[in-house]
């Protein structure tokens, strides 16, 4: 039986996959294209080019959300900004703005948390219910 180009480049099939050994480790690639004269393996690139870089995490500057789109805003240090924009004139000149600080929605509670309240509700209610009737029947009999 002749051999294929893709068989003459080193390439062979195992159960219908195309394979073909790393150029640099040596190691199986596959599904590699019938038209492949060499490949280099996933491993051997990471070895040339290296593991990328985390990227930096960006530091908190203190102010609060949405700072640029005030009309007027002023940081701790002094600096004075216009819609988002440094007025290095008016450094120093105005108080700190105050931030209000949004309220916290409440947590939305589960079936299990609702039916517990309903329950501790419930108990209350009977427990006042039960007291008024031995007040009414101390009282009507003078027990």
């Known amino acids: 039986m002749a051999k294929s180009v893709f ?3 080193g390439g062979y099939f195992i159960d219908g996959v195309a394979y073909m050994d790393c150029k640099i480790t040596g190691e199986p690639v596959a599904n590699v294209s019938t038209e492949a ?21 960006k530091q908190p500057t203190g102010r609060p959300a949405g700072w640029h789109f005030m009309a007027e805003f002023v940081d701790k240090d002094g600096n004075v900004f216009h819609k988002g924009k440094e007025q290095p004139k008016l450094f120093g000149t105005l ?10 929605k ?3 509670r589960s079936k299990e ?30 027990g």
């Open 95 to 104: 108080k700190p703005t105050k931030v209000k600080t949004p309220k916290k």
């Open 106 to 108: 409440a947590k939305r």
């Open 37 to 57: 004269k060499s490949v280099i393996g996933s491993r051997a690139v990471m070895g040339m080019v290296g593991m990328p870089d985390e990227p930096e995490q």
């Open 113 to 142: 948390e609702i039916l517990i309240a309903r329950a501790a509700d419930k108990k209350k209610t009977l427990k006042k219910a039960v007291k008024k009737q031995k007040d009414f029947i101390n009282h009507k009999f003078g």
């Open 7 to 9: 068989e003459k480049n």
